[in-house]
């Protein structure tokens, strides 16, 4: 397990290393491509959106680093295909603070490199919690989010809502969760389709995976996702205070 996660998350390092997974979006992008584009897009973004059903509570923090990949873009995905882009993915710096009263978590997170970033925020709220006394109870969460997507070529937008179940054990915490990943791709200039074109496309996401405490406050986790068809994974770890 610890060396899947290692190799996950060094991937997309080692891909922008190599080359810009978008570089040739302003040459092979038409129209019809946009919204499969998008899709693909969106599902690994939005694959970043949990790894337990626990909130955090008040006055709960966490930060950390997670890193979503999709095995290979989808058939009608023609520009990253035509581009020969196999795995592809994105990471993502992430920090959330719970909020008093409300019981509710408020999410921030971000990335960049090779021109093309994203900043986002969230809020995660808590449905169902399990106790000391009651391990059995699942905890179980709902959460919603908004990311600014912008590239040299395109800019974008995705918003997710998402449900999570996991089990507070001891060291091995199981989680499953469905999403709903809404992404807007829009051309910018200086491509091969007229700039403000746009495609806009709404698919869901489904995760099972495994989250362990190896040492107190912190955490890693792996996940197997299928993405609007399409498999892929994830895995994180971070520090929960």
Same mark, same amino acid.
């Given at each position: 397990?610890?060396?899947i $996660?290692?190799?996950?998350?060094l991937?997309?390092?080692?891909s922008?290393?190599?080359a810009? /997974?978008?570089?040739? =979006?302003? /040459? ?16 690994? $973004? ?11 509570? =008040?006055?709960? =923090? ?9 095995a ?23 920090? %959330?603070?719970?909020?008093?009263? $409300? %019981? ?14 994203i ?20 905890? +179980?969460?709902v959460?919603?989010? @908004? ?8 800019? %974008?937008?995705?918003?997710?809502i ?5 089990f ?14 809404r ?8 491509t ?28 890693v @986790?792996g996940?197997?996702? +299928? ?5 892929? @994974?994830?895995?994180?770890? %971070?520090?929960?205070?």
């Amino acid at each position: 397990m610890k060396k899947i $996660i290692l190799a996950v998350l060094l991937l997309p390092l080692a891909s922008a290393a190599k080359a810009d /997974t978008f570089s040739d =979006f302003k /040459t092979l992008v038409q129209d019809a491509y946009l919204k499969p584009f998008a899709a693909d897009l969106g599902g690994v $973004i939005g694959a970043n959106d949990f790894n337990s059903g626990r909130s955090l509570g =008040f006055p709960g =923090f966490e930060a950390g680093l997670a890193v979503s990949m999709q095995a290979k873009p989808a058939v009608e995905n023609r520009i990253l295909r035509a581009a020969d882009v196999n795995m592809f993915g994105v990471p993502m710096l992430h920090a %959330g603070a719970a909020l008093p009263f $409300i %019981g509710a978590d408020v999410m921030a997170r971000g990335t960049g490199y090779s021109g093309f970033s994203i900043v986002g925020g969230g809020l995660r709220k808590s449905l169902l919690k399990s106790g000391t006394l009651t391990k059995f109870i699942p905890d +179980v969460s709902v959460s919603a989010w @908004y990311d600014v997507i912008n590239y040299d070529y395109f800019k %974008g937008t995705h918003m997710s809502i998402d449900a999570a179940a996991s089990f507070d054990i001891p060291v091995i915490k199981p989680y499953v969760g469905v999403g709903l990943d809404r992404t807007k791709v829009e051309v910018k200039s200086g491509t091969a389709i007229p700039s403000g074109t746009s495609g806009t496309i709404s698919k869901p996401r489904y995760t099972v995976g495994v989250r362990l405490s190896p040492m107190p406050l912190l955490y890693v @986790y792996g996940a197997y996702n +299928v993405l609007h068809g399409q498999s892929g @994974y994830s895995a994180g770890a %971070g520090l929960k205070f």
